[in-house]
């Protein structure tokens, strides 16, 4: 099992910056690779960034290409998303997940393990 703990949502205005960090504990961190999924009221869950279990490569959905970051530490068992030049569609939650193997999928039910999620607001 592995245990995931999101942090670091708030309220921000348009153009502002948050940085999200997701806590691993249970297996071991670098097994896993790992995604940033959000979800918006009334509407599906979306893939947002992925990270390979050594961080060598990553992926961004294109509406958020350019402006958000998803790094991860290893040593510390924690993925990152920090988000920049936020807008009030990036409004949502926003969850991690971790999925065993090598690489990132942009699907959410490639995933084995997520977060509860915490919350992201936008404002005009």
């Known amino acids: 099992q592995v245990q995931l703990v999101e942090s670091g949502g708030g309220l921000v205005q348009t153009g502002g910056s948050l940085r999200l960090s997701c806590a691993a504990s249970?297996?071991?961190?670098?097994?896993?690779?790992m995604g940033w999924f959000r979800q918006a009221p009334g509407k599906e869950r979306e893939f947002v960034a992925g990270i390979t279990r050594r961080g060598i490569s990553t992926y961004y959905a294109d509406s958020v290409k350019g402006r958000f970051t998803i790094s991860r530490d290893n040593a510390k068992n924690t993925v990152y998303l920090q988000m920049n030049s936020l807008k009030p569609e990036d409004t949502a939650v926003y969850y991690c997940?971790?999925?065993?193997?090598?690489?990132?999928?942009?699907?959410?039910?490639?995933?084995?393990?997520w977060g509860q999620g915490t919350q992201v607001t936008v404002s005009s």
């Open positions: 997940a971790a999925r065993s193997g090598i690489a990132y999928h942009t699907l959410a039910n490639e995933y084995h393990y």
């Open positions: 249970g297996r071991t961190f670098s097994d896993y690779a």
